[in-house]
């Protein structure tokens, strides 16, 4: 019985782990993302001040 719970609390604490791991993924493209704006706004910025 014992091996069971172990066995539930460590797929529990594997899951949770994919969880987090999933959200940083995202919170890092994200961020990519909006460099990837700022940075194309900036290059179009500057072609229309020339």
């Known amino acids: ?3 069971e ?4 609390v460590m ?3 594997a899951a949770e782990l ?3 791991a999933a959200e940083h ?3 890092l493209e994200a961020q990519r993302g909006q460099k990837g ?3 194309h706004r900036s290059l179009f910025a500057r ?3 020339s």
Request: hydrophobic content about 40%; overall charge positive.
């Open 11 to 13: 797929q529990n604490h």
């Open 18 to 20: 994919r969880k987090a």
């Open 25 to 27: 993924r995202q919170a």
């Open 1 to 3: 019985m014992h091996a």
């Open 5 to 8: 719970l172990e066995y539930v």
């Open 47 to 49: 072609f229309l001040a």
């Open 37 to 39: 704006e700022r940075r």
